[in-house]
């Protein structure tokens, strides 16, 4: 079974703070994705890669940037916060193109 | 572009009742679709997928069928149970770009004893 583990779980942040969340996936998979859930929109998609170094942007991007160190590390920056922003971040990998492995989400909130 | 809807924002049974929950599709190309379910406090995790239409995903008592048609993938459990209470995703993957998957905005499903 793939892991894939987000950090940090849980956090508070002010309008206007400097946020990152992390992934780490220890399959080698090669593709990872972040994803936003908000109740009433499911799950949409910020940012993804294929490879360390690769950057695909997703549906919902304005706001984030995202960074794909290793083959293992994807990151989720959110340099401006904005309390658009506090929702549930899932990041999930993927290396057969039907499976998507998620972690157990990060919750943000921007007050 | 591609695109799935789930219409059923709630759905609340009792154990034991029968379980349908809708879901369309749009795509250009031929799709591989997929159920993801999520249980309180976890992350989404595959419950079943088809990839070809007409056939069946089965997996833990539910199955689908997509009908290519009507663009209907509907998930259908015969006897739910407490344990089922969950939030049910339908899905499809785009194989034809860098594997975008699609997701609609899920059904919440609560099991009563």
């Known amino acids: 079974e793939a892991a894939v583990t987000q950090s940090p779980r849980n956090k508070v942040t002010v309008t206007g703070g400097n946020v990152t969340l992390s992934c780490r996936q220890t399959?080698?998979?090669?593709?990872m994705y972040w994803y936003r859930q908000d109740t009433g929109h499911g799950l949409r998609l910020i940012h993804y890669?294929?490879?360390?170094?690769?950057?695909q942007i997703g549906d919902v991007p304005d706001g984030y940037k995202a960074t794909r160190t290793t083959q293992e590390d994807f990151f989720l920056l959110l340099e401006l916060a904005s309390p658009s922003q506090t929702s549930l971040y899932f990041c999930?990998?993927?290396?057969?193109?039907?499976?998507?492995?998620f972690g157990e989400g990060s919750r943000l909130i921007v007050v | 572009g591609d695109s799935v809807t789930q219409k059923q924002g709630q759905v609340t049974l009792s154990e034991d009742d029968f379980l349908f929950i809708n879901c369309t599709y749009s795509?250009?190309?031929?799709?591989?679709l997929f159920w993801y379910v999520q249980y309180p406090g976890q992350g989404p995790q595959l419950l079943l997928k088809?990839?070809?239409?007409?056939n069946k995903g089965i997996s833990r008592g539910f199955e689908a069928t997509y009908d290519k048609g009507t663009t209907s993938f509907h998930l259908q459990k015969a006897s739910v149970q407490e344990s089922d209470s969950a939030v049910y995703f339908c899905?499809?993957?785009?194989?034809?770009?860098?594997?975008?998957?699609?997701f609609g905005k899920g059904t919440s499903l609560t099991v009563i004893p």
């Open positions: 999930a990998s993927s290396v057969n193109r039907f499976t998507l492995y």
């Open positions: 399959n080698s998979h090669n593709y």
């Open positions: 890669s294929y490879g360390a170094g690769n950057l």
């Open positions: 795509t250009t190309t031929y799709p591989t």
């Open positions: 088809v990839t070809t239409a007409n």
């Open positions: 899905a499809l993957v785009d194989l034809t770009g860098y594997q975008n998957f699609y």
